[in-house]
């Protein structure tokens, strides 16, 4: 399951970011089975962000930047059945594109990649 849920953020920080302004993927190594480490990259802290509605669309999915420049995924699957919500940290943007990028202000939106 945290490989499945590192491969949606990860495809999703691609989409909104690019492949080219992604300095490293910490989840890729896990994702091709490199590394047995994917349960560093993918959590849950059982709680539901306010900015993770699915509306109706089956599934909610976020991906931001935090103030360290890393790419954080918020996944939730099937969200209509009241699943968890999980958390991807899927690499870090390369620092001379994180400073034009424009703040990220996502609310309410669920599957969305920009």
């Excluded at 490199?34 to 909610?60: M, Q, T, Y």
């Excluded at 939730?76 to 999980?86: I, K, N």
């Excluded at 703040?103 to 599957?111: A, E, H, M, S, V």
Aim: proline share 4%; charged share 30%.
């Amino acid at each position: 399951m945290a490989q499945l849920l590192a491969k949606i953020a990860y495809g999703f920080a691609v989409a909104k970011y690019g492949l080219g302004k992604i300095q490293v993927a910490y989840v890729v190594p896990g994702i091709l089975e490199k590394e047995k480490n994917i349960g560093r990259w993918v959590g849950c802290d059982r709680k539901l962000s306010r900015f993770l509605d699915p509306g109706n669309e089956p599934h909610a999915i976020r991906i931001f930047r935090n103030k360290e420049n890393d790419i954080i995924g918020r996944v939730r699957l099937f969200a209509e059945f009241e699943t968890p919500e999980y958390i991807v940290n899927v690499g870090r943007l390369k620092e001379s594109v994180a400073v034009h990028l424009p703040k990220d202000r996502t609310k309410g939106r669920g599957k969305e990649a920009g």
